[in-house]
């Protein structure tokens, strides 16, 4: 999704405040971010949202990264993050590499192993069964799908669905939000919602990001993500996560761009038909 102009308005914003100068500001993604050089020289990243409610969620967000590059993870290291009167704001490392394009197998079996590593006590609880839920029916009250019927049976049954509270869930773990070398992951970007909870969303995630855009997945890497989401995962949870990612998406989409729900909403119970079950 491209930012709205007033995204690109508040990195210009909150750059200026900083201290920092704009080289480019990228297109994509639902915060504004952009390549800054400050005094030093250095190249770094600025994102930025006009939500400052949001500071204590990017703080623990880049937290995470931080633990998780200390762990030899491919996470950037967050310079630090902030807010203005106006504004939440984070400013991390560059990280190098180019994007994926068309997710190939090997690095399919380098970000399921990646996401696996997520599973490990990271010091800090979230009721994230409790929360996803509740964060779910609010979504279902406000959605006019027509398969919302299906989807409150799949979240009435995760409601009783064990989950892990402590591993680390990034949060919107897809390929598009990774760097790669050939089949090496240089980079796994974008940590600003991450933190504790159970980490097979990631996978969950990167899953609907192959099977909603084929285009962006090799077949036979899709395959891949799929079984390592089986193998790690009975099918109510695995259903649960999906349909919660489905139901982000939709909330999202009506907030963003409300005309197109329906067909957004039937493109994604499509392609995602076998696993809400």
Same mark, same amino acid.
């Given at each position: 999704?491209?930012?709205?102009?007033?995204?690109?308005?508040?990195?210009?914003?909150?750059?200026?405040?900083?201290?920092?100068?704009?080289?480019?500001?990228?297109?994509?993604? %639902? *915060?504004?971010?952009?390549? #800054?050089? /400050? =005094?030093?020289?250095?190249?770094?990243? !600025?994102?930025?949202?006009?939500? +400052?409610?949001?500071?204590?969620?990017?703080?623990?967000?880049?937290?995470?990264?931080?633990?998780?590059?200390?762990?030899?993870?491919?996470?950037?290291?967050?310079?630090?993050?902030?807010?203005?009167?106006?504004?939440?704001?984070?400013?991390?490392?560059?990280?190098?590499?180019?994007?994926?394009?068309?997710?190939?197998?090997?690095?399919?079996?380098?970000?399921?192993?990646?996401?696996?590593?997520?599973?490990?006590?990271?010091?800090?609880?979230?009721?994230?069964?409790?929360?996803?839920?509740?964060?779910?029916?609010?979504?279902?009250?406000?959605?006019?799908?027509?398969?919302?019927?299906?989807?409150?049976?799949?979240?009435?049954?995760?409601?009783?669905?064990? %989950? *892990?509270?402590?591993?680390? #869930?990034? /949060? =919107?773990?897809?390929?598009?939000?990774? !760097?790669?070398?050939?089949?090496? +992951?240089?980079?796994?970007?974008?940590?600003?919602?991450?933190?504790?909870?159970?980490?097979?969303?990631?996978?969950?995630?990167?899953?609907?990001?192959?099977?909603?855009?084929?285009?962006?997945?090799?077949?036979?890497?899709?395959?891949?993500?799929?079984?390592?989401?089986?193998?790690?995962?009975?099918?109510?949870?695995?259903?649960?996560?999906?349909?919660?990612?489905?139901?982000?998406?939709?909330?999202?989409?009506?907030?963003?761009?409300?005309?197109?729900?329906?067909?957004?909403?039937?493109?994604?119970?499509?392609?995602?038909?076998?696993?809400?079950?």
């Amino acid at each position: 999704m491209t930012p709205a102009p007033r995204d690109r308005d508040t990195i210009d914003a909150v750059a200026a405040q900083l201290g920092l100068t704009v080289r480019k500001q990228f297109g994509n993604g %639902m *915060f504004g971010a952009a390549l #800054v050089v /400050g =005094d030093s020289g250095e190249e770094l990243i !600025l994102k930025a949202q006009p939500d +400052v409610s949001l500071e204590v969620t990017w703080r623990t967000g880049a937290a995470t990264a931080d633990l998780m590059r200390g762990r030899g993870y491919p996470s950037p290291h967050y310079v630090d993050v902030g807010a203005t009167e106006t504004a939440v704001w984070s400013l991390q490392e560059r990280l190098r590499g180019s994007d994926t394009g068309r997710l190939t197998v090997g690095q399919a079996r380098k970000l399921t192993a990646l996401a696996r590593s997520h599973d490990f006590d990271s010091g800090s609880r979230r009721p994230w069964r409790e929360e996803a839920v509740a964060a779910c029916q609010a979504w279902l009250t406000g959605s006019a799908l027509v398969e919302n019927d299906r989807l409150a049976a799949i979240i009435e049954r995760g409601a009783d669905a064990e %989950m *892990f509270e402590t591993t680390v #869930v990034h /949060g =919107d773990f897809h390929h598009r939000n990774v !760097l790669v070398d050939g089949d090496t +992951v240089t980079g796994v970007f974008d940590w600003e919602i991450a933190g504790p909870g159970d980490w097979r969303f990631d996978l969950a995630m990167l899953l609907f990001a192959c099977l909603m855009y084929p285009a962006f997945s090799e077949p036979s890497a899709t395959i891949v993500v799929a079984d390592a989401l089986r193998d790690a995962a009975p099918d109510d949870v695995s259903s649960f996560l999906l349909a919660c990612q489905v139901l982000r998406m939709l909330s999202l989409t009506a907030a963003f761009q409300p005309d197109k729900v329906d067909a957004f909403g039937a493109q994604m119970m499509n392609a995602l038909d076998a696993w809400l079950r």
